[in-house]
């Protein structure tokens, strides 16, 4: 006879339910949970080919129904779709689905992704250029279809095939960041000179301050001092008459000089900035310009530099 106490150990241990009005991600979670088990069926339960075969035309029928019943234009049912017969192993089948929810989400670039990137999990390496090659084409002003395509390429080691996505990229002028990833692409093989010439073209297509100062900085990475001083110069040029963008660049230039403990230099362009930009837009040149002084000029340096900024207030 059983006591009970044994009939209580073996009866499941109730849940502690320390909120007694649960947060909503909670309920879901557990919704969830118990819904695990009836969308998919344990594999020692399937005992033959004539079961697995029953299994996967029921599960496909949900599916299906799920479409139908006004699923398509919900792109996460299309995905569970295609990831589902992935799971079966069947690809020419999955790939249909893909197919078929592009057919109704085409802008959805989040959707071109997983495509893609479901293909290379699978190694099928051709399809998934297919599928890069078609995003980019119908989606070229989404940055994240050619930083992952050129990517994949480069991990496959087709170096020149991803430095072509990278080209085939450039021409729809993308911003700072795309023309920045293509020169550190380059720099990754010790392409020194073609990341180089990327940086020109970057601030043709930018002429903007912060595009030569990386270029700048590019090259005081590469040891060449000189070139940088070059684009410094040149820069100048370009901006004059963009205060606002000419004023972060001449504090950029300053600061570079004073890097190179050329600091007569570092004075001569802060006083050339200060001559050239309103008064009323120098206020953080001056701040820097005192501090250059204090720490590198003398008494009478450090005086006018204040007499100056006085005059603008």
């Known amino acids: 006879m059983v006591s009970v106490c044994e009939k209580d150990s073996k009866l499941p241990r109730p849940t502690r339910v320390k909120n007694k009005s649960p947060a909503a991600e909670q309920i879901l979670r557990e919704a969830r949970e118990r819904q695990e088990p009836e969308v998919l069926p344990s594999e020692h339960s399937i005992t033959d080919s004539t079961e697995l075969s029953d299994y996967r035309l029921r599960r496909r029928k949900e599916f299906e129904d799920r479409v139908s019943r006004g699923g398509r234009s919900d792109v996460q049912v299309w995905v569970n779709y295609a990831r589902w017969e992935e799971s079966q192993k069947d690809y020419a089948r999955a790939r249909s689905v893909w197919e078929r929810a592009l057919k109704d989400h085409h802008r959805n670039h989040a959707l071109w992704v997983k495509y893609a990137e ?46 072509q996505i990278f080209e085939r990229w450039m021409n729809w002028s993308p911003d700072q960041q795309g023309w920045l990833s293509f020169a550190n692409f380059e720099l990754r093989y010790n392409e020194t000179e073609r990341a180089r010439s990327i940086y020109e073209r970057l601030f043709r297509c930018h002429p903007k301050a912060s595009s030569f100062i990386r270029y700048a900085e590019f090259e005081v990475k590469c040891g060449e001092v000189s070139r940088a001083r070059d684009v410094y110069e040149r820069a100048t040029e370009k901006l004059e008459g963009d205060y606002e963008e000419a004023e972060m660049l001449y504090l950029a230039f300053a600061e570079f000089e004073q890097g190179c403990n050329e600091f007569q230099r570092a004075r001569v362009i802060y006083k050339f900035a200060l001559d050239h930009i309103p008064k009323g837009r120098a206020e953080e040149l001056y701040t820097r310009f005192i501090a250059f002084e204090k720490q590198h000029g003398d008494k009478q340096g450090i005086e006018d530099a204040i007499v100056g900024r006085r005059r603008t207030l």
């Not at 998934?128 to 994949?152: C, I």
Request: avoid cysteine.
């Open 118 to 163: 479901s293909e290379m999990k699978n190694k099928f390496v051709n399809s998934a250029r297919n599928v890069w090659d078609r995003a980019v084409y119908l989606l070229p002003r989404v940055d994240q279809l050619w930083y992952k395509y050129s990517h994949m390429e480069e991990m496959l080691g087709n170096i020149a095939g991803a430095r």
